[in-house]
């Protein structure tokens, strides 16, 4: 069996919001996880945690990063943007960002653990637009900071910067899943990436009620495989509730050398609520087992915060996965 070289895990460090932080995890707490190959440190998906002021998350990074185990590489997460439907390109914004991406690159330029960034925000607004990707904000903003992290001669940090988005649900399902999947398959914007298939957080998860259009596309699941597996992101044939899975590639073809990855999803109600939640992971762990010990699909498992992965004994989980493709609760 020949297990997938690349299995990191999510966590999160530095601030929950405005006025709470989250538990650091210690070595001895990331040795529980030793299948793992490495670790994303991320920060909270709350824009008003750190609003503009990054400085914060960068000591958070640097406590989490000083305790992680001996042969672990790790990324770090760049802060949120404040994006929606009305998001326009801003200034102010890639010049933060830049500063933050070149302060932790300074800080960690000879440590060969070190390998990239993560875009945290976890879809694209807006439309995206197969001729012209970078006319839409988000994805300019995306490109002119892959620029600084993947080719900027004068930035010099040729690091690689990774992706984990949702695959689309609700209403606006089609639509989620074209904007990732041009970003995917017509830019060179990410090295990797990592598909979630919303199956596992989104309430409701494979029930789709068509009365309302609220719910999760019952082939989630079906389609990250196939993603992963082509190596090349798809969408449903139409924006209807057929969920006909398309035989061609979103764009029509595939010129980016980015690779489609799978996001594995789990969170401590696993433990708290396992009546409930236990079917989702089966079926999830069932979908994905044969990409990992077919050792050729990156993953990274979205687990993230001390209460899930220590408290709640997701690590007992996470390493099963990372291990052998096995499926246990925690």
């Known amino acids: 069996m020949a297990m997938s070289k690349e299995r990191l895990v999510l966590i999160s460090t530095g601030k929950i919001n405005a006025s709470q932080k989250y ?14 190959t490495g670790f994303v440190l991320t920060p909270t998906d709350d824009y008003n945690a750190y609003k503009t002021n990054y400085s914060e998350f960068i000591t958070a990074v640097a406590a989490q990063a000083a305790v992680l185990p001996d042969g672990k590489v790790f990324y770090v997460g760049l802060p949120v943007i404040n994006a929606s439907d009305a998001y326009v390109y801003s200034s102010a914004d890639y010049d933060r960002l830049k500063k933050f991406i070149i302060a932790i690159h300074e800080k960690y330029a000879s440590d060969s653990r070190f390998k990239g960034f993560y875009f945290t925000n976890e879809r694209v607004f807006g439309t995206v637009s197969v001729s012209s990707p970078t006319s839409n904000a988000m994805v300019k903003l995306m490109n002119d900071l892959a620029y600084v992290i993947r080719n900027d001669p004068n930035s010099k940090i040729y690091k690689e910067f990774i992706w984990a988005p949702y695959l689309g649900y609700n209403y606006t399902y089609y639509t989620i899943n074209q904007n990732l999947g041009i970003v995917a398959n017509r830019t060179n914007i990410f090295n990797t990436v990592y598909l979630q298939s919303a199956y596992y957080f989104t309430p409701d998860r494979g029930k789709w009620n068509a009365s309302t259009r609220l719910g999760v596309p019952e082939k989630n699941l079906e389609l990250a495989v196939k993603c992963a597996q082509q190596n090349k992101v798809f969408n449903y044939t139409a924006n209807d509730d057929r969920f006909v899975i398309s035989s061609s590639a979103v764009g029509g073809t595939k010129t980016s050398s980015t690779k489609i990855a799978i ?6 109600s696993l433990r708290w609520n396992s009546a409930t939640f236990r079917p989702y992971y089966e079926k999830e762990c069932a979908a994905f087992s044969p990409l990992i010990t077919g050792g050729t699909c990156p993953f990274v498992f979205y687990a993230g915060s001390y209460n899930g992965i220590i408290k709640a004994n997701l690590c007992q989980s996470i390493q099963e996965f990372y291990q052998n493709g096995g499926c246990k609760l925690p």
């Open 23 to 36: 538990e650091q995890f210690t070595e001895d707490d990331l040795k529980k996880m030793s299948a793992a």
């Open 263 to 268: 996001d594995m999803e789990a969170e401590d």
